[in-house]
């Protein structure tokens, strides 16, 4: 440690100076949080980040807020010729979503003609007949810069990464040795300080709440996302949030960036820093020119790091490449940097031993390896160490692609020129998507949102549909999102299935129920209009609603809370007018505890979390006492008192365990006991047959779709020994909702293992307790706002009263 300590030290005072200012205070105002342009003059001193902020990003237990954030930006394009700064848009709950854009000042004069020269390279039919394309892309890259987009903050108890902008940009704007020079003359830099402002408050205000108490250093009892928390890094196809919206379409769709460094950080417990080449699998719809950019750069950086010893860097693990979910620019022609530094508690320094170190997938921290090295002995961990990791690599990273200009735009040229070739007889060239339901216009936006073309076309059956070519930029995106993902079966040594870092399915056609035909030939079609409302389909809520929001954040409740909000006025399509069509409350465990639950609410929701978080929430001690204690018994008794009044109690994915386990039901889980090797499916989409004469399944087909992820599968119980009156005096008291079907496998898309244990077992089942009805979903009917095919089992089931 004390090695790492004195490099840190050295890296100050050479390299990274300018990044530990001193802690003068000059005494700046508060900004107007407008956007802020360029002054014409520069007549001031550029601050230090500790001049405005009255401390050093990156000293222990110290947290800027986002007002200080945008305080420091705004001083730096006010004294810096170097730095532009704007606010693109506003985040969820009205804070300025900010972007400072940081080059050479002969460059930031000349944004018109970069940003043209990008959306040339980026689309080469631009550049006229095909064989004039090479020579005009040969000039463009010789005037172009490589474009370098920066992102912060999305997951905002990762705190080192937004504190970092403040020290990068700084060094940036004001130093003058000869490194800092090429990369301003080379690159055009997009700086966003964080990709999630509310949650920076959200985290600080919390952490300053608890400072100095036992509670240091936990995280906020509710999202640092308003509605979808760590989810913010996985709508980067669906965009559903506005802060991806934003990043989108005013950053992404306008600089086409070569680059995308996306700062994170990871457990405490693990490498003290991670960087590509991504371990398998890779997306198979991107490009080998994107794997072979992230692979050299990630490589460049961790070697040039270890010749500065710092320790503990690991690559091709832990993190793959799979999802586009959290990687937007491997689909449009830009290379994704994923870093991940090891955190501390917030800001709280800590002191990990070597033997607590923990192997992760791909690396053993305690062993060099390959992919591991060199050791990191333990020792304290401050956020000063998170700085210095993560300031040295997005430099070195500004030096690659400064030092590598050409090729960088020269790759990024030849991905998009084979992305809108012609293809070739035999090959697939595209995709008939017919729009048989409203849903599809959600797919329609996703598709079009990133970029991609889409032509109304009327066939020789007079049927109206849309042509989605391959032929173009984003391709290869729409490509991802239409077709059937099949996740290769990845074993350990020991012959256990190897998890995917996220999900292994992302077909939004499936998830939406729209018809995808692949075509294979040129597709041959006239001009039709399309005459639609261009609204989604709305469920209106009748009755009182209650929705359960645990003291131990889940996510899955803001995926809910979101989905009930907008439901039938969804972004990106339309803006939400008037009142909410949904009514609902947020309820706590306090508020259920209390009793007479029927007096106020008609169905109650309880969102996918585990049955003991349910049950136990957080233990005592480790958050202040009336966030602690769960439901307890006093709730499941509350909880049964609603429903035998005739209440409706909705159970979502995991969930549905707790209410299996608390009232005794005549159910059980035939995948709870069952090894991975035996039944795996890691977030995957997977077909179920309906019982369409049951209210919940009304107005849907046979068949349909269940997104299924640390799902339940639900066997009826013969026999009623053991289950409480209310249970047993009934017969045919369960009734099967939806199934696996019997006959066929049940993948549609992703991975599975052991199908054969769910065929026949139930999904959805109701199962009638007094004079109400419990209501358990086996997948998540409304995951990550996507899965539009199955919202109507959601909200029938919330509607439908007992007969």
């Not at 890779?282 to 961790?302: D, S, W």
Request: with cysteine; charged share 20%.
């Amino acid at each position: 440690m004390l090695r790492i300590r004195l490099l840190a030290f050295v890296l100050t005072f050479a390299f990274f100076l300018p990044l530990v200012p001193s802690q003068t205070n000059t005494g700046l105002s508060n900004p107007s949080l407008r956007t802020v342009h360029m002054a014409a003059a520069f007549p001031e001193r550029i601050p230090s980040p500790a001049e405005v902020l009255g401390f050093v990003p990156g000293d222990d237990r110290k947290l800027a807020s986002w007002a200080q954030v945008i305080e420091y930006f705004t001083a730096l394009s006010r004294t810096s010729d170097r730095v532009k700064f704007e606010t693109p848009g506003q985040s969820t709950m009205g804070k300025p979503f900010v972007m400072a854009t940081i080059s050479a000042p002969e460059n930031l004069a000349r944004l018109d003609e970069y940003q043209k020269i990008q959306e040339l390279l980026a689309d080469p039919r631009q550049l006229g007949a095909p064989a004039l394309r090479a020579r005009k892309a040969a000039e463009l890259i010789e005037r172009g810069k490589t474009v370098v987009l920066i992102t912060c903050g999305i997951h905002s108890t990762e705190v080192g990464s937004y504190l970092s902008s403040m020290l990068i940009a700084h060094r940036l704007a004001s130093a003058t040795d000869a490194n800092t020079q090429k990369i301003l003359e080379n690159t055009i830099i997009l700086l966003v300080p964080s990709l999630n402002p509310d949650g920076v408050d959200i985290v600080k205000n919390w952490y300053d709440k608890t400072l100095g108490t036992p509670y240091e250093g936990t995280s906020p009892p509710e999202l640092y996302h308003k509605y979808v928390g760590h989810d913010d890094n996985r709508d980067w196809y669906a965009f559903t949030q506005v802060e991806t919206q934003i990043a989108v379409d005013k950053i992404y769709n306008v600089w086409h960036p070569q680059i995308v460094h996306d700062i994170h950080q990871q457990g405490q417990y693990n490498a003290r820093f991670f960087l590509p080449p991504y371990m398998p699998p890779v997306e198979p719809n991107v490009p080998k020119q994107i794997v072979e950019g992230y692979t050299e750069l990630g490589e460049f950086i961790a070697r040039e790091m270890r010749v500065a010893h710092f320790t503990g860097i690991t690559t091709n693990s832990t993190y793959d490449a799979w999802s586009p979910s959290r990687a937007y620019s491997h689909y449009h022609g830009g290379v994704r940097l994923l870093s991940e530094t090891a955190s501390c508690k917030i800001a709280t320094p800590i002191t990990v031993k070597f033997s607590e170190l923990k192997k992760d997938t791909g690396y053993d921290p305690q062993n060099e390896s390959e992919t591991y090295g060199p050791l990191w002995r333990g020792g304290e961990w401050h956020l000063r160490d998170i700085t210095n990791y993560m300031t040295t690599a997005a430099f070195l990273l500004l030096r690659h692609a400064a030092e590598n200009r050409e090729q960088w735009l020269t790759r990024f040229y030849q991905i998009n020129k084979e992305a809108v070739r012609p293809r070739r007889a035999g090959e697939l060239w595209g995709y008939e998507l017919v729009p048989t339901n409203k849903n599809y216009l959600f797919l329609e936006a996703a598709l079009q949102k990133a970029g991609v073309q889409l032509d109304w076309c009327q066939t020789r059956s007079h049927s109206v549909s849309r042509f989605v070519s391959l032929a173009q930029p984003a391709g290869a995106f729409a490509k991802a999102m239409i077709e059937e993902q099949r996740y290769p079966d990845l074993r350990d040594r020991a012959g256990e299935p190897v998890s995917p870092y996220d999900v292994t399915a992302h077909t939004l056609s499936l998830m939406t129920g729209v018809t995808a035909k692949p075509v294979y030939a040129p597709f041959k079609c006239r001009e039709a209009d399309w005459c639609d409302d261009n609204v989604l389909p709305a469920y209106p809520v009748s009755g009182r609603i209650g929705l359960y929001k645990s003291h131990v954040p889940a996510i899955d409740e803001g995926w809910t809370r979101w989905v009930l909000e907008t439901n039938g006025n969804r972004y990106p399509y339309q803006e939400i007018h008037g009142d909410r069509l949904a009514t609902f409350t947020s309820v706590d465990d306090a508020d259920i505890r209390s009793g007479n639950l029927r007096a106020t609410y008609d169905a109650i929701i309880i969102p996918d979390q585990t049955a003991s978080t349910i049950l136990k929430g957080h233990e005592t001690g480790t958050m202040p006492p009336e966030l602690t204690g769960g439901l307890g018994s006093a709730g499941v008794q509350a909880l049964r008192a609603f429903i035998q009044q005739g209440g409706t109690l909705v159970c979502l994915n995991r969930a549905s365990t707790f209410a299996i386990e608390q009232f005794k039901l005549p159910l059980r889980d035939v995948v709870a006991d069952v090894s991975e090797q035996q039944f795996f499916v890691p977030g995957s989409i997977l077909r179920i047959e309906l019982d369409t004469t049951s209210p919940i399944a009304k107005g849907m087909r046979r068949e349909s779709v269940a997104w299924v992820e640390d799902s339940p599968v639900f066997e009826v119980i013969t026999g009623t020994a053991g289950f409480p009156p209310a249970v047993s005096a009934k017969r045919d008291v369960v009734h099967i909702v939806a199934s696996y079907p019997t006959n066929k496998n049940p993948l549609l898309s992703g991975w599975l293992l052991g199908e054969k244990r769910i065929r026949g077992k139930a999904a959805l089942v109701e199962i009638e307790v007094g004079k109400g009805r419990i209501i358990l979903f086996g997948f998540r009917p409304q995951y990550r706002g996507q899965s539009l095919a199955t919202y109507p089992l959601f909200f029938n089931a919330i509607n439908a009263r007992p007969q």
